[in-house]
């Protein structure tokens, strides 16, 4: 998932709650109460997104994006510099690595105007959603677009992206100036398709029932699994979101495959790495023992395109040795 965080405190609570290293809340408002634009902290996920929108306007910026360290939590430490949320017994935080600043920020003011009809379509679209509405940063009101007071840590889909920063080219004023440069575009384009991987990843652990498929792999625990790609994602674009193009694998069989420790053969087989059999590892051994075995398959079948763009990439030919039946 993709979150905004607009945060207009430059000190964002100091020490390891600074900016960029997570998004933190208080769990109350003052006097009881909760709010849903903290409690959104205890939805995000390890690996989920989140564009930083920075600062006041008309200073406001989007300057970039980090990634979540692990699953939003409730905390009774406290952050060094609360300001104005002292009084709060506990706080919602969700920690973030890797934070990568857009090539040039991105101004708040001159989008809203840049990009006030596709905003404002979204806004009207996203209020018809009744009760499935998401919860976003921006309000329309007396006329004019502006930021939702309070909105600290909103909901955002690809639609709304594209209604941000368009869909690739630069974004400009009719004035010429530009808005969105083209490498900002690209950066942006990268966050879009981190959601189109997170959709793919729900898709394909739904298609396979929350069940690893590796042979006789009993993990249905959803934290431990994963909807992985065969082909990667930045290896063949035309298999992008293709279904036949992923396997729900558990978080070891996950990683032995992107290893290379192991692939499928035509008929669907373990294969596990000639070069890897006689190794002591324990994750190997486990491979080898089911070595030749099919996977438990879904109604649709994984792509000959894709096992071949496996083979290719761990250096393995299954047709060559086959296991046998």
Known sequence: MIYIEMSRDEVHGGGTWAFTNCVWAPTEKRGGGSWPFWSKILDVRQGDTILHLRSKTPDANFIGYSIASGDGFRSTRRPPDPKGWDYAPTFYRADLTDFIPFHQPVNLVEIFQARRTELEQYFDANRDRGKDKLNIFFVRQTGRLQCLNGAYLSDADEELL??????????????????????????????????????????????????????????????????????????????????????????????????????????????????????????????????????????????????????????????ATKPSS
């Open 162 to 319: 594209i209604a941000l920063f368009g869909s690739g080219d630069i974004v400009s004023h009719a004035d010429g100036k530009t808005v969105v440069s083209i490498q900002t575009g690209t950066q942006v384009s990268t966050v879009r398709s981190r959601l189109g991987q997170t959709h793919f990843s729900f898709a394909i652990r739904k298609l396979y029932g929350n069940r690893c498929c590796f042979p006789r792999c009993k993990m249905t625990d959803p934290r431990f699994l994963v909807g992985a790609h065969i082909a990667r994602w930045s290896d063949n674009e035309t298999l992008r979101g293709h279904m036949g193009n992923g396997l729900c694998l558990c978080l070891q069989h996950d990683k032995a495959f992107e290893l290379g420790l192991f692939t499928l053969d035509e008929r669907f087989r373990v294969f596990v790495n000639p070069c890897e059999r006689g190794t002591d590892s324990p994750v190997v051994r486990e491979l080898v023992a089911h070595h030749g075995e099919q996977i438990a398959l879904s109604d649709i079948r994984p792509l000959d395109d894709a096992l071949r763009e496996h083979w290719n990439r761990v250096g393995m030919r299954p047709w």
